[in-house]
């Protein structure tokens, strides 16, 4: 009897180190680089170069790589193998010289499951999101981006802002929630013309939900998920609250799509979702994938980055400008000599504005809200920085990596707005300088987000100047959630 129970467990025991080494064998098969593929940190079978990722700051993480590595290296994160594209030279390379390769998104289960059959703007690749970007583009043009009409609406936006703002009477608060809601506000207009109160607790429960979401998608759940799909799908965790907040969002929408369909007139479009079904309803074969999920989809996606970003992008301006009291005021005179205070500040404005302008691209710098950019896929092989890339590969640009590149930027790790004025004290603009990234996929609302950006901070200087309560020392290091955004803060607004 001892002697089979011997034999059962030897049994076993070999079963399981047979079992062990075939899957081994297995992942190095499946995971085996081509010649000539760039080099990376050695990668632990399955799960690749997990435990040394820092999922709190990647960007940093990836930037040291590169000073091992070089400009272009490779990295495993479970199913996830990337190579990652470091510096202003080697992102411009593969987003601009090779723009039509680095076009796509490459496959995740997170996107797969959150936009199903390749839905959204964001994620989806091919035909179909070529189609719905074009469209995209220019119904947001037609219903106002660049003209008088949009201009007017955030300075309404702003005006609500300031009134806000007032009451707290001076007394310290955290602006996020604020500035979420009227970022919101702006594209939501866009999207589905509507505009809610800040003390409207639906919509502010929405933009609480989005938050979550975007905050655990960048989180470590997020990259767990990603790298392990099969397993995490089943566990318990905060990874779940992604879903289940995307599928509250997109209800919101549905419902906003609704209510648009009840009182739908063909001949008098009123915004991105009655243009939508305007083109639903054409019956062209161009518009076959023009569906009611897509238009969900989309409209969630312009929602989500027309809100999150902009916002996040003011909630820098604000650390930036109480850390730099000096650049606060320099704005402050600008702004006093060009518009004062009688009259809200416009477009034209901003040729008059240099160092203003200077600033605000600075913060957008320092910011760095999107630090790795959303990731691309090789379309066809190629060559990228001297080594093979096979078709189908995922790509990371690190975004970080251009905005603080020591070739680049005269001061990369200071607060300088002088990177972006001439002798003259001119604007200058930097190639470097890409945080809305670069290529076919750069981001669809900059110049929404630059009107946004100019407008929103030269309302908020002309009227108020910013502090934080004495003896505390605003951080630069960023949460990273789907954006980096600021530590919580609060801040005084006193009415100038
Ligand atoms: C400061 C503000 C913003 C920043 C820094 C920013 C940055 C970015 C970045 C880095 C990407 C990824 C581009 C790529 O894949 O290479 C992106 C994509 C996108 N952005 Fe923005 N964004 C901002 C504001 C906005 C706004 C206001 C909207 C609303 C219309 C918007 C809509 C989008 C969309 C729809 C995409 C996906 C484009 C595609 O995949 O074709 N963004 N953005």
């Given at each position: 009897m001892l002697s089979f129970l011997h034999l059962e467990s030897l049994d076993f025991k070999s079963i399981l180190l047979f079992l062990v080494v075939f899957l081994v064998i297995a992942d190095y098969f499946k995971t085996r680089k081509p010649p000539n593929y760039p080099p990376g940190p050695f990668a632990l079978p399955f799960v690749g170069n997990m435990f040394s990722f820092d999922a709190k700051q990647p960007h940093i993480y990836l930037i040291k790589l590169a000073e091992t590595y070089g400009d272009l290296f490779s990295v495993s994160l479970g199913r996830e193998h990337a190579v990652v594209a470091n510096g202003y030279k080697m992102v411009k390379e593969a987003l601009v010289v090779q723009a039509d390769v680095f076009v796509d998104r490459p496959f995740s289960p997170m996107s797969d499951r959150l936009y199903p059959h390749n839905a959204g703007l964001f994620m989806s690749s091919g035909p179909k999101w070529k189609r719905h970007r074009r469209f995209t583009?220019?119904?947001?043009?037609?219903?106002?981006?660049?003209?008088?009409?949009?201009?007017?609406?955030?300075?309404?936006?702003?005006?609500?802002?300031?009134?806000?703002?007032?009451?707290?009477?001076?007394?310290?608060f955290n602006p996020k929630m604020l500035f979420n809601n009227a970022v919101s506000n702006i594209i939501c207009q866009l999207a589905f013309s509507s505009r809610s109160d800040y003390s409207d607790d639906t919509f502010r429960n929405v933009l609480q939900k989005l938050n979550e979401a975007l905050n655990v998608e960048g989180s470590v759940w997020g990259l767990l998920y990603e790298a392990f799909p099969g397993i995490m799908k089943h566990m318990p965790g905060p990874h779940n609250t992604i879903f289940s907040n995307y599928l509250d969002v997109a209800d919101f929408i549905r419902k906003e799509v609704e209510r648009h369909k009840e009182d739908f007139d063909p001949n008098n479009p009123r915004?991105?979702?009655?243009?939508?079904?305007?083109?639903?309803?054409?019956?062209?074969?161009?518009?076959?994938?023009?569906?009611?999920?897509?238009?969900?989809?989309?409209?969630?996606?312009?929602?989500?980055?027309?809100?999150?970003?902009?916002?996040?992008?003011?909630?820098?301006?604000?650390?930036?400008?109480?850390?730099?009291?000096?650049?606060?005021?320099?704005?402050?005179?600008?702004?006093?000599?060009?518009?004062?205070?009688?009259?809200?500040?416009?477009?034209?404005?901003?040729?008059?504005?240099?160092?203003?302008?200077?600033?605000?691209?600075?913060?957008?710098?320092?910011?760095?809200?999107?630090?790795?950019?959303?990731?691309?896929?090789?379309?066809?092989?190629?060559?990228?920085?001297?080594?093979?890339?096979?078709?189908?590969?995922?790509?990371?640009?690190?975004?970080?990596?251009?905005?603080?590149?020591?070739?680049?930027?005269?001061?990369?790790?200071?607060?300088?707005?002088?990177?972006?004025?001439?002798?003259?004290?001119?604007?200058?603009?930097?190639?470097?300088?890409?945080?809305?990234?670069?290529?076919?996929?750069?981001?669809?609302?900059?110049?929404?987000?630059?009107?946004?950006?100019?407008?929103?901070?030269?309302?908020?200087?002309?009227?108020?100047?910013?502090?934080?309560?004495?003896?505390?020392?605003?951080s630069l290091e960023g949460d990273m959630g789907a954006t980096r955004t600021p530590l919580p803060f609060k801040v005084f607004a006193h009415t100038r």
């Open positions: 583009m220019t119904t947001l043009r037609n219903f106002g981006l660049g003209k008088t009409l949009m201009e007017n609406a955030i300075c309404e936006e702003i005006r609500y802002l300031q009134e806000e703002m007032e009451t707290q009477k001076g007394d310290p915004d991105y979702i009655d243009a939508y079904i305007t083109e639903m309803q054409s019956g062209s074969s161009d518009t076959e994938d023009f569906t009611e999920t897509n238009l969900v989809m989309n409209s969630l996606d312009l929602f989500l980055a027309g809100t999150e970003t902009t916002s996040t992008t003011l909630l820098w301006s604000l650390v930036l400008l109480i850390k730099h009291p000096e650049v606060q005021k320099k704005v402050q005179s600008e702004i006093d000599a060009v518009i004062g205070q009688s009259r809200p500040p416009s477009m034209a404005d901003k040729a008059n504005m240099p160092y203003t302008e200077a600033v605000i691209h600075e913060i957008q710098r320092i910011g760095d809200i999107v630090p790795i950019n959303v990731p691309r896929m090789a379309g066809r092989d190629t060559t990228l920085g001297g080594y093979f890339i096979p078709k189908g590969t995922s790509l990371w640009t690190n975004l970080s990596s251009v905005l603080f590149d020591k070739a680049e930027w005269e001061t990369p790790d200071e607060f300088n707005p002088d990177h972006f004025l001439d002798s003259e004290g001119k604007f200058r603009r930097r190639d470097a300088f890409l945080p809305f990234s670069a290529g076919k996929r750069v981001c669809l609302g900059e110049q929404l987000a630059r009107m946004e950006l100019f407008l929103f901070f030269v309302g908020l200087l002309q009227k108020f100047s910013f502090s934080t309560e004495e003896g505390v020392e605003l």
